[in-house]
């Protein structure tokens, strides 16, 4: 199976429309209709956008191989390290404080209800 028709399986897997899975994923539908047929060829940006948007295995998507969906753990990790390294510098740094200050709420036992503010 090629990546073509993987890209079709997954489509009809999650139950969407051409119009909606294009929609999705930032191309037309009529774009994705000549993917699904095989006329175009699948661009690692594509590939990336699919994985991060729907939580799909890449391995899957470009060989075949392995499990067609990531966990939920993956998929988030991965949609992260997306949005992360879409950030300026200054952006970055800042989530990276936000990160170490929940840890440090969560090492302290504040993890019930809603945080308290830190400064």
Do not use: C
């Not at 009529?30 to 940006?45: C, T």
Request: charged content about 25%; cysteine-free; proline content about 3%.
């Amino acid at each position: 199976m090629s990546v073509n028709e993987r890209i079709k399986t997954l489509r009809h897997f999650l139950k969407l429309s051409q119009i909606q899975f294009a929609k999705a994923v930032y191309i037309s539908n009529g774009y994705l209709a000549e993917i699904e047929l095989g006329n175009r060829r699948v661009n690692e940006r594509l590939i990336h956008l699919i994985s991060s948007i729907f939580g799909v295995n890449k391995g899957w998507l470009q060989t075949g191989e392995g499990r067609m969906l990531n966990t939920a753990a993956e998929h988030n990790l991965e949609r992260i390290t997306t949005l992360f390294k879409a950030l300026n510098p200054e952006f970055q740094d800042y989530v990276l404080k936000q990160i170490d200050q929940l840890l440090d709420l969560q090492n302290h036992g504040i993890s019930e209800g809603t945080p308290e503010r830190v400064p």
